[in-house]
């Protein structure tokens, strides 16, 4: 079922287990570029027999993986995940309830980052439910705003207007700049570790959200492995704003996931840095 709709955002900072989550922060564009009414999360549709999120129904399909950029895996057990949890994970009994899980989230969150650095990224209300659906959405065309784990990039987006063509300029890449060197500080295992301690809960969201034979961690991979294949864009980038949200000219950006979007909105060299910063995780994720 579409999740209750989310409390207002009030505290929130740098991803702490997942890197994933540093570049959904990273993703000002969403609410640049989506500014639209918030529309709710889309009906879930049948799981796979593997157990996998389903693709919703209007997403691209992914390219063809760069062979440097997703190692092979087992073929999956039937019914199973795709990709096994790399590590022990507690009893789903000793999980807190979704409504009282913020607090706990918040105090493994202040061991690897101080509570203001964490009140500048992460929307911490109702946290676990953000993040599930934050998740499942980067290899999705848009990812709902009102239900997002991160806040908006501050600043405005940079762009050049010249009569009715209008181009992002490279300036807008410098307000990526914090987050990148987040990213770049932050020690993998000890992301993937608080990971696995929440993930009973985070599974739980998941299935609840709709994917009751879905493995949250095969979306999670699926994620990564999306925006670990976002091309790399020559030339200037050319935009047009038919009515408040920009949107790209080119077509075939315009149809990329939001993850990959993301990918390009941040910069070249930001995008180069945040790819090696999400192969050293995956290769913490699968083992």
């Known amino acids: 079922m579409p999740p209750p709709n989310a409390p207002p955002a009030s505290t929130a900072g740098p991803p ?3 890197i ?5 922060a990273i993703a000002g564009g969403v609410y640049l570029w989506q500014r639209e009414t918030p ?3 889309p009906p879930a549709t049948t799981a796979p027999a593997s157990g996998g999120a389903p ?7 992914a390219p063809a993986q760069p062979a440097d950029a997703v190692p092979s895996v087992p073929a999956p057990v039937a019914d199973g995940p795709k990709y096994p949890l790399p590590g022990a994970v507690p009893d789903a009994a000793t999980m ?3 409504d009282r ?7 493994a969150l202040l061991a690897l980052a101080g509570r203001d650095a964490l009140g500048q990224v992460l929307n911490m209300q109702d946290f676990a439910r953000r993040f599930v659906v934050t998740v499942d959405h980067l290899p999705r065309e848009k990812i709902p705003t009102q239900f997002s784990a991160v806040k908006r990039v501050p600043g405005q987006l940079a762009v050049a207007s010249e009569g009715d063509s209008l181009t992002l300029q490279p300036a807008n890449y410098a307000r990526y700049d914090t987050f990148v060197h987040l990213v770049e500080a932050l020690d993998p295992k000890a992301m993937v570790a608080i990971y696995l301690r929440f993930y009973p809960l985070l599974q739980q969201e998941y299935r609840a959200m709709g994917f009751p034979q879905g493995h949250l961690n095969d979306r999670v991979i699926e994620a990564i492995d999306d925006m670990l294949t976002a091309p790399e864009v020559s030339g200037p980038i ?16 315009e149809k990329l996931s939001a993850g990959r979007k993301i990918m390009i909105r941040i910069g070249p060299e930001h995008a180069a840095r945040m790819k090696k910063a999400l192969r050293a995780l995956r290769a913490e994720l699968v083992r």
């Open 238 to 253: 050319r935009l047009v704003q038919p009515k408040v949200n920009y949107r790209f000219v080119d077509p075939l950006l």
């Open 96 to 98: 807190p309830r979704a």
């Open 55 to 61: 693709a919703a129904a209007d997403a691209t399909p």
């Open 39 to 41: 529309k709710p999360v």
């Open 20 to 24: 994933l989550l540093a570049i959904a």
């Open 101 to 107: 899980s913020d607090a706990p989230i918040l105090e």
């Open 16 to 18: 702490w287990w997942l």
